[in-house]
């Protein structure tokens, strides 16, 4: 999915003072707003598979097997979901009780020296910043009657990985009735993603926070988690 722009809107505001708060600054100037949507993604990749081993009764492999050995290699499956996306955007604030132009919204910053983002443990606390709080350096306060950037960094990107693997059995009674079990696992690599939006929930990315500057606070993802079932169709 490609990037999208777009003017702030009201209707993007989920809370006064988060990253998603992308209401207008300067009513009298709205291009001044203009960056990549709050929810923007620019690069996204999705896939899901269901795979039947082709073992047991009927089948490529053992088609004309016994109805014991069709219960041990027969009805296997194996299924999956993966999603991986590119770095989510985040706003850095003027600062608290800054308003430069509006003095219902502190606004945002201006990116005056280059910095790099993602994931980074430099000061023993996930930071957004390669450079850890030191990155405060690279913004300024919007002047008066300016908006600041809008979205112009990004922070961690999402991903995941799930995986199910299924037996299905017939019941030697009734060929209708069958016997399903089912062992999924969600986050298979127990993989880590943060989320970019609770470093300005904390107050990390707002001017002034000194120390805990874009230090992230919350994830994108969950611990790896296992489920087992057991189904009787008929």
């Not at 990390?204 to 489920?227: C, E, H, K, V």
Request: with cysteine; aromatic share 14%; net charge neutral.
């Amino acid at each position: 999915m490609s990037g999208t722009n777009c003017h702030p809107c009201v209707g993007s505001l989920i809370g006064s003072g988060t990253g998603l708060n992308n209401a207008i600054v300067n009513a009298w100037d709205p291009n001044q707003g203009r960056g990549v949507s709050a929810f923007d993604a620019t690069h996204q990749f999705n896939a899901n598979w269901i795979y039947e081993l082709p073992f047991g009764r009927g089948r490529s492999y053992g088609r004309n097997a016994n109805r014991v050995l069709d219960a041990l290699i027969g009805g296997w499956q194996f299924s999956g979901l993966f999603r991986w996306t590119s770095g989510f955007p985040v706003n850095v604030d003027n600062g608290y009780l800054n308003y430069p132009t509006n003095f219902d919204r502190e606004g945002n910053t201006d990116l005056v020296a280059p910095v790099k983002t993602g994931a980074y443990f430099n000061t023993g606390t996930p930071n957004i910043f390669a450079n850890g709080p030191a990155a405060i350096n690279s913004f300024a306060p919007a002047y008066a009657g300016e908006s600041g950037q809008r979205n112009v960094i990004r922070g961690d990107g999402y991903f995941g990985l799930d995986f199910g693997v299924s037996k299905r059995w017939s019941m030697p009674w009734n060929d209708a009735h069958h016997l399903q079990f089912r062992w999924e696992t969600f986050n298979v690599p127990n993989s880590v993603r943060f989320n970019v939006q609770s470093s300005l929930v904390s107050g990390a990315l707002t001017l002034g926070s000194g120390g805990s500057f874009g230090d992230y606070s919350r994830l994108l993802t969950n611990p790896r988690i296992m489920q087992f079932a057991l189904r009787y169709e008929f």
